[in-house]
């Protein structure tokens, strides 16, 4: 009989090898590589086993403990789809510094006013976290503080609180130690998650666990931590801004193409339930080199303002593409087709763009008023006042039509701005929606390429 070979597959992509090796071969992670046996040549009978309860018509079957409970902060219930569901899992990411810890200790101090909940930190004493607390005001009589690092203790400590909400911050720092490994490793955090999870389904715990990003945003640890968990959310910001977003990637209790927003100050996080204003410039006259658009973010419309500075590159030098919150690769497309098909010359200039407030706007329609504010920066001519612009542009000059034109049309309007360039047929398609149309008091020009969009803008 031919002996069982061995061999090793990476536990991130599948790559297989005969040899043990530190780093996988494909996507370069180390430490993810696991033995492999030959399958059986006999495939072994499983015997009927008991059942944790029985089946039951899909009508039949209970819907009150799949309830949703708000969280207290309006904002977070409006990305989760109403508020945390028992016995739900999720898993929220995002930069160092960005915020996580404080939007959780806050949360918790809210849920803990109707219920218990546990707070577990692996990466701060008991006391670090209390001084936080004092300092937003998230103390809270049935909020219960632990600092462990191990996976027994932490089920020890919601065995003897018995919370209906566990919050572990950060599921990279708590060890096993049936495993081996070092905290935050892949092995590590496989299995760390999966004791979590069964812990919050046995118990109907709805649980929340912190995980660190790499540097190119991902979560940090096996992509099977993102499979497991219920939920999977970003927080995301720019550090020198004080606004904060966090939106849904994942979601299996709601949608995942809402926002929340937030704006953080040194007393805490505080909802903004109308953040177009944190992004615009308020000015008596309309400046050359600015364009206002709207961007939607999952379903909500922001109003945002886009700024460039068009100037003469020095002899000796290449012209320069500098953009702050915009995508440089785009840009470059959108400043090409300019020069192509709207005619103004940037060959010998240098062109830095940006958005005011830290925003990130990377949605396609923002092109046409990246390009109107290129085109005005570089003649010197302004955009008349309560201006905005949407369409994406295309290389061969084209202006094409993007999602949802009314509720951005309709949110411009709401602030007071009263003319609009949109694509070619926008309105139309967009009027099979109840209450379509334009705004009462906007004037709206349909341009069908980037030649004509300059003209209706700077007249």
Not at 390 to 410: D, H
């Amino acid at each position: 009989m031919a002996k069982a070979s061995t061999s090793f597959r990476c536990a991130e992509c599948g790559w297989q090898t005969t040899k043990w090796v530190g780093r996988c071969g494909e996507c370069q992670s180390w430490s993810t590589m696991e033995e492999v046996g030959a399958p059986s040549a006999v495939t072994r009978a499983v015997s009927a086993g008991r059942v944790t309860a029985p089946a039951l018509p899909i009508g039949e079957v209970p819907v009150d403990e799949a309830t949703a409970l708000p969280t207290g902060m309006d904002e977070l219930d409006r990305v989760l789809g109403g508020g945390l569901v028992p016995g739900a899992v999720l898993l929220l990411a995002g930069e160092p510094g960005v915020g996580k810890s404080t939007l959780l200790l806050e949360m918790a101090a809210l849920r803990a006013d109707r219920a218990k909940v546990l707070y577990v930190t692996g990466e701060e004493s008991a006391a670090q976290v209390r001084l936080r607390a004092d300092r937003v005001g998230a103390l809270a009589p049935h909020l219960y503080l632990a600092a462990e690092t191990e996976l027994g203790a932490l089920v020890a400590h919601v065995e003897a609180v018995r919370p209906e909400l566990l919050i572990v911050d950060s599921v990279q720092t708590i060890a096993s130690t049936g495993v081996t490994g070092t905290p935050g490793g892949m092995t590590q955090v496989r299995d760390v998650a999966s004791n979590l999870i069964k812990v919050a389904k046995d118990r109907n715990l709805a649980t929340v666990l912190v995980g660190h990003v790499t540097k190119d945003g991902s979560i940090a640890g096996p992509r099977a931590l993102e499979h497991l968990v219920d939920v999977v959310l970003y927080f995301e910001g720019e550090r020198h801004s004080r606004l904060r977003m966090i939106r849904a990637v994942k979601n299996r209790y709601g949608p995942t193409d809402e926002i929340g927003c937030f704006d953080l100050s040194d007393s805490g996080l505080a909802g903004l339930p109308d953040p177009s204003g944190l992004f615009l410039t308020h000015r008596v006259e309309p400046a050359a080199g600015t364009c206002v658009t709207v961007t939607l973010e999952g379903r909500r419309p922001l109003v945002a303002e886009v700024q460039a500075l068009v100037v003469p590159t020095h002899p000796e030098a290449n012209p320069r593409r500098t953009t702050a919150g915009l995508e440089n690769a785009r840009m470059t497309l959108v400043l090409a087709a300019l020069q192509r098909h709207g005619k103004v010359r940037l060959n010998q200039h240098d062109v830095y763009a940006g958005t005011v407030g830290g925003v990130r706007l990377t949605e396609p329609s923002v092109d046409l008023a990246v390009a109107l504010a290129v085109a005005g920066s570089s003649s010197g001519m302004p955009l008349p006042s309560g201006f905005i612009a949407l369409g994406e542009v295309g290389l061969a000059g084209e202006i094409r039509r993007v999602q949802g034109v009314r509720r951005r049309l309709g949110e411009a309007a709401r602030l007071g701005f009263r003319h609009a360039v949109v694509p070619t047929d926008s309105i139309t398609a967009d009027s099979l929606a109840p209450n379509s149309g334009v705004p009462e008091g906007m004037t709206v020009t349909e341009t069908s390429d980037l030649a004509s969009a300059i003209r209706a803008a700077f007249g």
